[in-house]
Structure formats: structure tokens, C-alpha cells
């Protein structure tokens, strides 16, 4: 076998790997490059792969950063299946779409204004791109066997973090390669808790907060503090917000603290048509997170349903006291930006960063302190309150992650950290060798290593050979 590292290398997006053996080519993944330009312009490079070769790809989950690189992958003429599971096909239809939306509007507001060196600015991919990439979807249920050929075969194993997040399982020519994709947190508030991994020969895992341990905090009363403090000054929250996850979290907290009086009865907006279409699937997936149908009703009504612009626009002209959650997570496009701008400069409002904010996004810039931010070519000063909750993150920490890799009973015979900022991704093949003394290398982007099979294997039967005692049961 032979793996090619073609993105979430020496960085913590662009989820892109490519793997070869038995005859066959499969992409893990096919996820957007975000953060610092030189990272964002790799998306508009030529893959450096012919994509009239690849078999399959297969989707760990549906997060832009694991799936938005697709719509552009169809463009280019794949034409084969993308397998995933069915939280991730859902989840999928509405941010493939989004994200080709939001392009093609932002490509028309650089247009109007003169905000690109580029005449005309054009979106990465459009809503056909996109509309041809989701018929491509092949959904499997979790832990179903698919056969790729007579040597091959993999499963989806539950990974937390958000619907339909998998960790790819694959037998190739007889030796076993995991994917970790990203973990969830074992005590996550909605998802439920990864399943660990059992036999690995190969392993490649993620490394988000690989140098981080999230703070042992209530995040209910984290935000009862902060909503309290910010009212009190008549101040506005602004919330940043990932449209799936992250927001169904909040919405939960929400709920829970205006129904036990913890919270003031003020006005919550969620500025996201995407966020809003994801909170219903809540309702589909019942089996797949820890909420009872009431809970994932409520959810849907903790805050008023902003779909349109102009109803987004009249926000813009309300006072506080009120909390308005919007894409993106990161700050770097979407509908939150607009509010950054109107409410960043009032020193009674407050800045909410409920995620990961990746080195070049502008949540990071206003994560480390920068007293203006860049929005649509001006600079915005930020005299409101930035407070960052780590407590609501959907990803493991480290020691959740050594956690979850305890019950690999054998070494791997070579483990691959990726996913993660350089300082992460060092730290985490640091605390792995450390805690069980495996094999463990950070690759490079584009780095090519080769993965000896076993030999004389037939692999006659490689759904068998993955079912064996590969996957250990959890909740």
C-alpha cells in the first residue's frame, strides 16, 4: 500500500488522503483548506492526483474542512461513489449547498465593491458543482461492511463529534488501516461517545488540541455567566458559530438555562438558514446522539429562526439586550461577519468564541487580543469583550484522545499524526510514544510513505478480516 498525505498535514484542515493498494485508489476525505491565505490558495491548485483514477472516496463526517472540496473534485470529473454515512449524506446536502451559496455571493459582493484583485472574482464552485457532487453520495449505515473489490474492504464506526461522524476502518491486502477523522469527546452533552478502535496495523489520527486539556468547567454555567454579565450592561452576544454542532449545543444550553431561570428572557436570534435546516435532522437521527425527542424539540425552539437577509438586516438595527449565534465558527465568512462589524466596536457587547479558531481566521485574530479585525476591506476596532469557552468544544482533548487509543491492544506498526497546527500534531506523537511507546511520525503535506501488506495474503475475504474482532463495543 502506499499513502500520499494531500491535506491536514502541517495543518489542521484541507482533510485530504490518498491510498493505494489492491488494485485500487481511494481518497479518505476531500475537505476545503481554511485559515491563512497561503493555505486557502491550495484550493485553487490542481490536485495533484488524476481524479479520472480514483475508485472512491470515502467521507469521515461532513465539516467543510473534511467534505467542501468535493462540489470542486466533480467539477474536475470524478464520477464515482462517495461513501459516507446517512448523518453525513443529511448533513452534507445542506452544507455543500451553503457553501456554494455563500461562494457564489461572496464572489458577487467582491464583484460590486471592487474587493478583488481578480476581474472577475469568481466562487471556488458553484450550486451545480455542488448539485452534481451530492448525487454522488452512497450512504451506509455505521459498522456495515462494504466491499471495494476481492482485497478490499472497509466500515464506518461511530465517532462522536457530530451526526454521522465515522472513523474509516479499511482491510487492504490483508493488513488493517484506521482513519480516526475527528473524535468526539466521550461526555459530550448530544453526541454520544466515540467507539474505540480494537486490531490497527496502520493508524492515522487527529491532533486538533493535541497540545491542550479542555477546562473542567460547567459550560451551562460558563454561559449563564456570560449572559448575565453582558445583559447587565444592556450589551449584545455575539456568537460565532459552526452550523453543526456547535450551535445545536448552544441551543441546548439555552434551553435548559431559560427554562430553569438562569438565563434573562431576552431575544436569541440563530442567523443561519444552514444552522436552523441542520437542527431538524436532530429530529431523524434520535438514535445517533443522547437527546430525547422533547430535547431535540427544544432545541428548534430556543431561538428565533432568522432565514432571509433582510431579516438578518433588521437585527442589525435592534439594542440589547439579545444573543445572536451566526456562521461561521471562524469568523471567516457567512452572516456572523456582519454582526462582528456593527457590534464589535461597542465596549457593552460581548464576543463569544465557542470553537476551534485556526491560525489566519479572523476568530483567532480576535482570540489573541488584535484591537481591529479586517471586514470587507476595512478595519473594524474591537472594543467589546472577547471571551473564548473551550468547554463546548466537540473535539477529544489529548488525554481524551490516549483515552480512546487505549484500546488498541498491539502497537500499530506505524501511527500517523495529523489534523492539527504544527505545535499540536508534535505534541500529540510526543504523548502517544510517551503513554505507550508506538511508532509515531507527524507527516508532511504531500508526503508519500509506503505500507508493506501482508505477505502472501489473498484477503479472500476482507469484510470477515475487519469484522473480527476489529471494532469493541461502546455505549
Same mark, same amino acid.
Given at each position: 500500500?502506499?499513502?500520499?498525505?494531500?491535506?491536514?498535514?502541517?495543518?489542521?484542515?484541507?482533510?485530504?488522503?490518498?491510498?493505494?493498494?489492491?488494485?485500487?485508489?481511494?481518497?479518505?476525505?476531500?475537505?476545503?483548506?481554511?485559515?491563512?491565505?497561503?493555505?486557502?490558495?491550495?484550493?485553487?491548485?490542481?490536485?495533484?492526483?488524476?481524479?479520472?483514477?480514483?475508485?472512491?472516496?470515502?467521507?469521515?463526517?461532513?465539516?467543510?474542512?473534511?467534505?467542501?472540496?468535493?462540489?470542486?473534485?466533480?467539477?474536475?470529473?470524478?464520477?464515482?461513489?462517495?461513501?459516507?454515512?446517512?448523518?453525513?449524506?443529511?448533513?452534507?446536502?445542506?452544507?455543500?449547498?451553503?457553501?456554494?451559496?455563500?461562494?457564489?455571493?461572496?464572489?458577487?459582493?467582491?464583484?460590486?465593491?471592487?474587493?478583488?484583485?481578480?476581474?472577475?472574482?469568481?466562487?471556488?464552485?458553484?450550486?451545480?458543482?455542488?448539485?452534481?457532487?451530492?448525487?454522488?453520495?452512497?450512504?451506509?449505515?455505521?459498522?456495515?461492511?462494504?466491499?471495494?473489490?476481492?482485497?478490499?474492504?472497509?466500515?464506518?464506526?461511530?465517532?462522536?463529534?457530530?451526526?454521522?461522524?465515522?472513523?474509516?476502518?479499511?482491510?487492504?491486502?490483508?493488513?488493517?488501516?484506521?482513519?480516526?477523522?475527528?473524535?468526539?469527546?466521550?461526555?459530550?452533552?448530544?453526541?454520544?461517545?466515540?467507539?474505540?478502535?480494537?486490531?490497527?496495523?496502520?493508524?492515522?489520527?487527529?491532533?486538533?488540541?493535541?497540545?491542550?486539556?479542555?477546562?473542567?468547567?460547567?459550560?451551562?454555567?460558563?454561559?449563564?455567566?456570560?449572559?448575565?454579565?453582558?445583559?447587565?450592561?444592556?450589551?449584545?452576544?455575539?456568537?460565532?458559530?459552526?452550523?453543526?454542532?456547535?450551535?445545536?449545543?448552544?441551543?441546548?444550553?439555552?434551553?435548559?438555562?431559560?427554562?430553569?431561570?438562569?438565563?434573562?428572557?431576552?431575544?436569541?436570534?440563530?442567523?443561519?438558514?444552514?444552522?436552523?435546516?441542520?437542527?431538524?435532522?436532530?429530529?431523524?437521527?434520535?438514535?445517533?446522539?443522547?437527546?430525547?425527542?422533547?430535547?431535540?424539540?427544544?432545541?428548534?425552539?430556543?431561538?428565533?429562526?432568522?432565514?432571509?437577509?433582510?431579516?438578518?438586516? @433588521?437585527? =442589525? +438595527?435592534?439594542?440589547? *439586550?439579545? /444573543?445572536? !449565534?451566526? #456562521?461561521?465558527?471562524?469568523?471567516?465568512?457567512?452572516? &456572523? %461577519?456582519?454582526?462582528?462589524?456593527?457590534?464589535?466596536?461597542?465596549?457593552?457587547?460581548?464576543?463569544?468564541?465557542?470553537?476551534?479558531?485556526?491560525?489566519?481566521?479572523?476568530? @483567532?485574530? =480576535? +482570540?489573541?487580543?488584535? *484591537?481591529? /479585525?479586517? !471586514?470587507? #476591506?476595512?478595519?473594524?476596532?474591537?472594543?467589546?469583550? &472577547? %471571551?473564548?469557552?473551550?468547554?463546548?468544544?466537540?473535539?477529544?482533548?489529548?488525554?481524551?484522545?490516549?483515552?480512546?487509543?487505549?484500546?488498541?491492544?498491539?502497537?500499530?506498526?506505524?501511527?500517523?499524526?495529523?489534523?492539527?497546527?504544527?505545535?499540536?500534531?508534535?505534541?500529540?506523537?510526543?504523548?502517544?510514544?510517551?503513554?505507550?511507546?508506538?511508532?509515531?511520525?507527524?507527516?508532511?503535506?504531500?508526503?508519500?510513505?509506503?505500507?508493506?501488506?501482508?505477505?502472501?495474503?489473498?484477503?479472500?475475504?476482507?469484510?470477515?478480516?475487519?469484522?473480527?474482532?476489529?471494532?469493541?463495543?461502546?455505549?
Amino acid at each position: 500500500m502506499k499513502l500520499t498525505f494531500l491535506g491536514a498535514a502541517e495543518t489542521v484542515t484541507g482533510s485530504k488522503y490518498l491510498l493505494e493498494g489492491a488494485g485500487l485508489r481511494i481518497l479518505i476525505d476531500c475537505g476545503l483548506f481554511q485559515g491563512t491565505k497561503n493555505l486557502r490558495l491550495h484550493n485553487w491548485c490542481a490536485l495533484p492526483i488524476d481524479v479520472g483514477t480514483l475508485d472512491a472516496v470515502i467521507l469521515t463526517h461532513a465539516h467543510l474542512d473534511h467534505s467542501g472540496y468535493l462540489p470542486v473534485l466533480a467539477r474536475m470529473g470524478y464520477r464515482g461513489p462517495v461513501y459516507c454515512t446517512r448523518g453525513t449524506r443529511d448533513l452534507c446536502q445542506i452544507m455543500l449547498r451553503d457553501s456554494a451559496h455563500l461562494q457564489e455571493e461572496e464572489a458577487a459582493y467582491a464583484n460590486r465593491h471592487g474587493l478583488s484583485k481578480h476581474h472577475p472574482a469568481l466562487p471556488l464552485y458553484t450550486l451545480d458543482d455542488a448539485e452534481h457532487a451530492l448525487e454522488q453520495l452512497q450512504p451506509l449505515d455505521f459498522d456495515q461492511p462494504k466491499r471495494l473489490n476481492d482485497h478490499a474492504c472497509f466500515r464506518l464506526l461511530p465517532a462522536g463529534h457530530i451526526l454521522g461522524a465515522a472513523s474509516v476502518v479499511l482491510c487492504v491486502e490483508g493488513k488493517v488501516i484506521a482513519f480516526s477523522g475527528d473524535i468526539g469527546r466521550p461526555q459530550d452533552p448530544i453526541m454520544r461517545a466515540p467507539m474505540p478502535l480494537a486490531h490497527v496495523d496502520y493508524l492515522v489520527v487527529e491532533s486538533t488540541y493535541g497540545d491542550r486539556l479542555h477546562e473542567n468547567a460547567d459550560p451551562a454555567a460558563e454561559l449563564a455567566d456570560l449572559f448575565t454579565t453582558t445583559f447587565r450592561r444592556g450589551g449584545i452576544v455575539v456568537m460565532p458559530c459552526f452550523a453543526v454542532g456547535r450551535a445545536q449545543s448552544i441551543l441546548h444550553y439555552i434551553a435548559q438555562l431559560k427554562a430553569t431561570g438562569r438565563m434573562a428572557n431576552v431575544p436569541v436570534f440563530l442567523d443561519s438558514p444552514m444552522a436552523t435546516s441542520v437542527t431538524q435532522l436532530y429530529r431523524h437521527h434520535v438514535g445517533e446522539h443522547r437527546l430525547s425527542s422533547t430535547e431535540a424539540n427544544a432545541i428548534s425552539s430556543a431561538a428565533q429562526l432568522v432565514r432571509t437577509v433582510d431579516e438578518s438586516k @433588521a437585527i =442589525l +438595527a435592534r439594542h440589547g *439586550p439579545m /444573543v445572536i !449565534i451566526a #456562521g461561521s465558527g471562524m469568523a471567516t465568512g457567512g452572516r &456572523v %461577519v456582519h454582526h462582528l462589524k456593527a457590534f464589535a466596536p461597542d465596549h457593552r457587547n460581548t464576543i463569544a468564541l465557542v470553537g476551534y479558531q485556526a491560525a489566519g481566521t479572523r476568530g @483567532a485574530a =480576535l +482570540a489573541a487580543g488584535a *484591537p481591529t /479585525v479586517k !471586514i470587507h #476591506g476595512d478595519y473594524v476596532r474591537v472594543r467589546a469583550s &472577547v %471571551v473564548s469557552l473551550s468547554s463546548l468544544s466537540a473535539h477529544a482533548d489529548y488525554a481524551e484522545m490516549l483515552a480512546w487509543l487505549h484500546s488498541i491492544p498491539e502497537p500499530p506498526q506505524r501511527t500517523f499524526v495529523t489534523h492539527g497546527e504544527p505545535a499540536a500534531a508534535d505534541a500529540m506523537r510526543r504523548h502517544i510514544e510517551e503513554t505507550y511507546h508506538w511508532r509515531c511520525e507527524v507527516p508532511l503535506y504531500l508526503q508519500a510513505v509506503d505500507l508493506p501488506g501482508a505477505a502472501g495474503c489473498s484477503c479472500a475475504d476482507p469484510c470477515a478480516e475487519v469484522a473480527n474482532g476489529l471494532a469493541v463495543k461502546s455505549e
